[in-house]
């Protein structure tokens, strides 16, 4: 069955620096999405994804964050300068379509930012 | 502006039912409902839309009232593996739109 993967499981890094997080959706969605889960708290929305430009996106997506699709198969996600805070648990999800179409998330990418 | 779940957690024993609620102030498209469990990515369970059309999952329901904005989740005959937090996720428009969740609901079944 097919899956959306995400690169890399855990990610150490310390305040101030760039991270990169990677996502491989599942091969024929077309609509991608990023969420973050600080420990022991509820799903939040970060931005979503569609036809190559951002099609909604949330108030913690500021400009600190940038989404790429940077060939067919990969959907990153980047966070300029982390701070503390940035610590959480991070998914990709993607669908076949908006609205009437299930997201499948990934297993997500554990930041930890010291 | 986030739905509310209710009840924050339930206690079941194995083979009995459980419901769950979602309900938002604001004036939906569809209703998604998820299963985490610990440590794990959420697992996609029932979608609902405006006007009554549902996908999901053969040992799960769900009903939308579009009128007062609620969904249920209806856990018939739980089983151990039912056990994790659900979540209900509501869209205000289709497209691409992202989710917004509720708190979540913590179920534990007990053999």
């Known amino acids: 069955e097919p899956e959306v993967t995400q690169t890399p499981s855990h990610q150490v890094t310390q305040m101030g620096q760039e991270v990169i997080l990677r996502c491989v959706p599942i091969?024929?969605?077309?609509?991608f999405y990023w969420y973050r889960q600080i420990l022991g708290q509820k799903v939040e929305f970060l931005v979503s994804?569609?036809?190559?430009?951002?099609?909604?996106k949330s108030e913690i997506f500021d400009d600190q964050f940038s989404v790429e699709r940077p060939d067919g198969s990969n959907f990153t996600l980047k966070i300029r300068s982390t701070k503390l805070e940035d610590s959480a648990m991070y998914f990709c999800?993607?669908?076949?379509?908006?609205?009437?179409?299930?997201?499948?998330f990934g297993p997500g990418t554990r930041l930890t930012v010291t | 502006q986030q739905p509310v779940q209710s009840p924050q957690a339930v206690i079941l024993r194995e083979g009995e039912d459980a419901v769950i609620n979602c309900s938002s102030s604001?004036?939906?498209?569809?209703v998604h409902w998820y299963r985490q469990k610990h440590g794990e990515a959420p697992i996609f369970l029932m979608i609902?839309?405006?006007?009554?059309e549902q996908k999901g999952h053969d040992k799960i329901s769900a009903s939308f009232n579009e009128k007062k904005q609620q969904s249920s989740l209806y856990l018939t005959a739980s089983q151990l593996s039912y056990s994790g937090t659900y979540f209900c996720?509501?869209?205000?428009?289709?497209?691409?739109?992202?989710?917004?969740f509720g708190k979540g609901t913590h179920l534990i079944i007990q053999p």
């Open positions: 604001k004036a939906l498209y569809s």
């Open positions: 091969s024929n969605h077309l609509y």
């Open positions: 609902l839309l405006k006007g009554g």
């Open positions: 994804f569609y036809n190559n430009e951002i099609s909604e």
């Open positions: 996720g509501t869209e205000k428009r289709g497209g691409a739109d992202g989710l917004t």
């Open positions: 999800a993607s669908s076949a379509a908006g609205g009437v179409y299930e997201q499948y």
